[in-house]
């Protein structure tokens, strides 16, 4: 008696909570579909006078904007809102169209809600499937390694047609976008397949592809990455647990098997491979290396003797002996190498 009651009790209940449902779902759905529709319809009656959403590739010198069909990976979502609603600097000092003695015009402008509308829009329909998340990790990027980007973006010419700020001031040539704030704007797997071959995306536009190494094109993006962003965090090896667990007995025959051949099987900076060196390998028996700060050590190794303004001599071990071999070397040294008595 009591469980068919409550069986009816429950089944009284039942049209409601479908009708409950029914109207949610009458209600969302529509809602849904109008900013979807809102995005598409935006993007077709402002935008696409003047830029491309579908198709191949192109020559910027027959666009009026730059193309879009990557629209929705090539772009940080706030950075896109900010763009949208004119709170962003134009790009290129010269005007997109450089050739037709354009000045950068201003922008249209959409409301937030449009704003949205289309960042979603792009979101969900302008993918391209050459570019691969998570295809770089930069959890690991170290601020030498930005130095390092820095300095391929003067060494390869990126220079020569993109501005940066240093030291406050725009430098570079003002050709093309500039890149003051490029950390906050680009997707950075985007960026990644950009690099690894502009002409993918801009073919016959004045752009140039760079003969780097795969090491290379992570520097230069990675530092790409850090333009504009305040506080970027950089990864600090020595503040990780490789260091806290570092074993000096672990890093006594990682200094025989790479070290010993310049620096001596005593550090004394006499191994077989130091005659004929200039300027000699380290002795490190004379050198207090407890005292060295473990980031400089760190450097040294993993990067050469080069990124320290040292002699390239100095191989960089950091594609060689793993991190917590690294770690487990630099105990060795500290606790191995504490100066001269009474020096
Ligand atoms: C009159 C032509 C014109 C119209 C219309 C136009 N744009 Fe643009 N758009 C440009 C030009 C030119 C640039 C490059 C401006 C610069 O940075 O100096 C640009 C840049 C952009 C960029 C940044 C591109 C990049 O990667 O450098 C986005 C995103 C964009 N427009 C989206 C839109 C959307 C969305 C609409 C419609 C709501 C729209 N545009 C309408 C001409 C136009
Ligand atoms: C000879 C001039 C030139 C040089 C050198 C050059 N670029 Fe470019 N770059 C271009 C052109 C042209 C484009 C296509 C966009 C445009 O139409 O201006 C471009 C596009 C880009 C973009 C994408 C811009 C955007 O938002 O769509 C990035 C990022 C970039 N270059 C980075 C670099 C880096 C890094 C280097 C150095 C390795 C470099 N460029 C060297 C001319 C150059
Ligand atoms: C091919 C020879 C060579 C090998 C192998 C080598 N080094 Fe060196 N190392 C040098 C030279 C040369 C210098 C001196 C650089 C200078 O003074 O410009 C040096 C300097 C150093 C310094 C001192 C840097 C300073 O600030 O004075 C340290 C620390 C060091 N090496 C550690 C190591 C460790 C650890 C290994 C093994 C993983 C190693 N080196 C392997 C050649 C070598």
């Given at each position: 008696m009591e469980i068919a009651k409550e069986i009816r009790s429950r089944s009284t209940h039942m049209p409601l909570l479908l009708a409950v449902l029914f109207a949610q779902l009458n209600f969302v759905a529509p809602v849904f579909a109008e900013a979807y529709e809102l995005g598409e319809r935006l993007v077709q009656d402002q935008c696409s006078t003047c830029h491309k959403f579908q198709g191949t590739h192109e020559s910027k010198f027959n666009l009026k904007g730059p193309d879009l069909m990557w629209a929705g990976d090539k772009y940080q979502r706030d950075w896109l809102l900010r763009w949208l609603t004119g709170k962003e600097p134009n790009l290129y000092p010269k005007g997109y169209r450089w050739d037709k003695g354009t000045r950068a015009q201003p922008h249209v402008v959409l409301s937030k809600d449009g704003a949205e509308n289309v960042a979603d829009y792009f979101e969900k329909n302008?993918?391209?499937?050459r570019v691969k998340k998570n295809a770089i990790d930069l959890s690991d990027f170290s601020e030498m390694e930005s130095g390092f980007g820095a300095k391929i973006f003067k060494e390869f010419s990126c220079l020569g047609c993109h501005q940066i700020k240093e030291d406050g001031k725009s430098i570079g040539g003002p050709i093309s976008a500039d890149l003051f704030d490029s950390g906050n704007r680009y997707n950075v797997d985007w960026l990644l397949r950009f690099a690894l071959n502009p002409q993918d995306f801009?073919?016959?536009?004045g752009e140039y592809l760079a003969d780097l190494s795969e090491l290379g094109v992570r520097y230069i993006v990675g530092y790409l990455m850090t333009l504009?962003?305040?506080?970027y965090k950089f990864y600090e090896p020595w503040k990780t647990d490789h260091f806290k667990n570092a074993d000096a007995s672990r890093g006594t025959p990682i200094y025989k098997e790479y070290?010993?051949?310049?620096?001596?099987a005593k550090g004394e900076g006499d191994g077989p491979g130091a005659s004929g060196l200039q300027p000699k390998p380290a002795a490190h028996a004379k050198m207090a290396l407890n005292e060295f700060p473990e980031d400089y050590l760190y450097n040294v190794i993993y990067y050469g003797g080069k990124s320290v303004g040292?002699?390239?001599?100095?191989?960089?071990w950091g594609l060689t002996i793993p991190p917590q071999g690294i770690a487990d070397l630099i105990a060795y040294l500290r606790v191995t190498f504490k100066g001269e008595p009474g020096a």
């Open positions: 302008l993918n391209d499937a801009t073919p016959h536009s504009g962003v305040e506080d070290c010993v051949q310049c620096h001596g040292k002699s390239p001599s100095m191989p960089d």
